[in-house]
């Protein structure tokens, strides 16, 4: 397995645009998880999905933001319109639930900076 | 929620020397402990994880142990090199219905040739 696969690698946009981030799990994991990783905050938890539905949002920071995992292979973070303040390093982790218990895997993030 | 504080911020060691980074937590709830390493540029990596069921865990030179009662695990390298300079997260969760990990604010360890 190829691990979590997120693209793109690196995003560079305008303020006011649209931006989506997107990311593929690992393959059999049922836990999909959307981090945001900055100097000031740390690596905070956006929102996070069970079996492709959200359970958790309350870390999504307004509006502009919004998340989607249509299917088990395929997730998506999405910010419109973007902001200055958005930029950051954007992780997206999978995870099987279960016992043992909870291991994240890391994608190699989507580093986005919106000018 | 949980809340995970995390000390020191920032850490440089000898080569050679043992390095302690110490993380509490708020949710007696919480029963599964990971740490993160963070290469600078890449992603974080798990090296090491203990569930509240044990005190210790070992696994070559790096150690975590976890005190329940005082909710607080610590991480422990031994024979530092070069390359474990890097950001050391600490992280906590329950296991059973959360789920999500709760990360401290990380530590950045450089390791001194």
């Known amino acids: 397995d190829a691990g979590v696969i997120q693209s793109p690698r690196h995003e560079v946009t305008e303020m006011g645009q649209e931006v989506t981030l997107r990311c593929k799990p690992i393959s059999g994991h049922d836990y999909l998880f959307w981090y945001r990783q900055t100097m000031m905050r740390g690596l905070e938890l956006l929102i996070y999905?069970?079996?492709?539905?959200?359970?958790?949002d309350s870390g999504m920071p307004e509006d502009r933001f919004s998340a989607k995992m249509p299917n088990a292979s395929f997730s998506t973070l999405k910010i419109q319109p973007s902001e200055p303040r958005d930029s950051a390093v954007y992780f997206c982790?999978?995870?099987?639930?279960?016992?043992?218990?909870?291991?994240?895997?890391f994608g190699q993030g989507t580093r986005l900076t919106v000018v | 929620g949980e809340n995970v504080e995390q000390h020191p911020s920032t850490l440089s060691v000898q080569e050679g020397d043992s390095a302690v980074i110490k993380c509490t937590y708020s949710d007696s709830a919480s029963n599964y402990f990971p740490w993160y390493k963070q290469e600078l540029g890449k992603r974080p990596q798990l090296i090491i994880d203990?569930?509240?069921?044990?005190g210790e865990k070992k696994d070559q030179r790096i150690a975590v142990t976890l005190n329940k009662t005082a909710k607080h695990f610590s991480l422990h390298i031994t024979e530092t090199q070069p390359e474990d300079s890097a950001v050391y997260f600490c992280?906590?969760?329950?296991?059973?219905?959360?789920?999500?990990?709760?990360f401290g604010s990380g530590t950045q360890l450089t390791v001194l040739p």
């Open positions: 982790a999978s995870s099987l639930g279960g016992s043992p218990g909870l291991v994240a895997f």
């Open positions: 992280a906590a969760t329950d296991s059973g219905s959360a789920r999500q990990l709760t």
């Open positions: 999905f069970n079996n492709n539905v959200p359970i958790d």
């Open positions: 203990i569930r509240s069921n044990v």
